[in-house]
């Protein structure tokens, strides 16, 4: 019987083919070794799961009922079939820097108060072009200080032992802001941290405003929602009052090119830019 992994790391996807095999093997090329990959269908018709069950790396696991059920749903069953005592996420269209795993698990092993951790991340596009860092807070206080504008801790980035994800189950329901609404709920009683330095890369996809007005109505229903549920009825006004002006500043920035109505992306330091540049160039095959 195989030995029992230190990370899970959970990869669903969908329709994925054009970029799963570059964000499998930035798992595959990690400096640390010891971990199982969950590759999860969720339904593909483009030939994605070809793609997944193409890999013959024997720590890689592909999962697939041909159904389309959402990510709460593959996340969900992930965690219900994964062996590792930390449960991490990836998605489909991001890169994994070489020593992100190692740089978590170092850090949830020292600090066994911490529930989850997540990183800063560096957006690109398509073509590899960097559009500037998110960057984390590193304590939960400050993670959670405004709960009402959401938890700036990129989803692609979270790491957490596995019995935290199993007593934190993701909701179907908020599909599409299903790791903000989760954040919400687990925050009074979990302890959230971050690692400010950069560990993944993020694909952003172009910015259209019917799809951003779209996104804040699920943020709104998402968080609003579990707001409400827990009693805490400011914080259900103070989201609803903050998407709509948050909704504002995706128009001006969009139709008017007002940059300060967005949130800033910092400038990548010269040593992430640097270690970038290697990802991007063994995701472009150009070892």
């Known amino acids: 019987m195989p030995a029992i992994p230190a990370i899970t790391v959970a990869l669903p996807f969908y329709n994925a083919a054009a970029t799963l095999k570059s964000a499998v093997e930035s798992i595959l090329g990690q400096t640390l070794t010891d971990w199982e990959l969950l590759l999860l269908d969720d339904g593909s018709t483009d030939g994605s ?7 013959t790396d024997q720590r890689v696991r592909v999962i697939s009922d041909g159904s389309r059920r ?20 990836m998605d489909a269209d991001d890169l994994a820097f070489p020593d992100r795993l190692r740089r978590q698990f170092d850090f949830l092993e020292a600090h066994p108060d911490v529930d989850l951790l997540g990183s800063s991340v560096l957006v690109f596009d398509d073509a590899g072009l960097v559009s500037g860092v998110i960057q ?5 206080e400050l993670i959670c200080a405004r709960p009402w504008l959401g938890f700036y801790l990129p989803h692609p980035t979270w790491m957490g032992r596995r019995a935290w994800f199993l007593e934190h189950s993701y909701d179907s329901a908020a599909d599409g802001s299903e790791d903000q609404q989760l954040l919400y709920r687990g925050h009074p009683t979990s302890r959230y941290a971050g690692i400010p330095d950069v560990l993944l890369g993020y694909r952003e996809n172009p910015r259209i405003l ?19 549920g827990a009693g805490a009825y ?18 001006l920035n969009l139709k008017m090119g007002i940059q300060a109505a967005r949130n800033r992306l910092l400038a990548p330091d010269a040593a992430a ?3 970038w540049a290697e990802v991007w160039r063994k995701a472009s095959g150009q070892q």
């Open 49 to 55: 799961l070809d793609v997944a069950r193409a890999v």
């Open 70 to 89: 959402g990510i709460s749903a593959r996340l969900n069953l992930a965690a219900a079939e994964a062996r590792g005592r930390y449960f991490c996420r």
């Open 136 to 140: 984390v807070e590193e304590a939960h």
């Open 210 to 228: 019917a799809r951003m007005v779209k996104r804040r109505l699920v943020f709104w229903r998402a968080l609003a929602g579990a707001a409400v």
């Open 234 to 251: 400011h914080h259900a006004v103070l989201v609803s009052l903050a998407q709509i002006l948050k909704l504002a500043g995706d128009i």
């Open 273 to 275: 830019s640097s270690r």
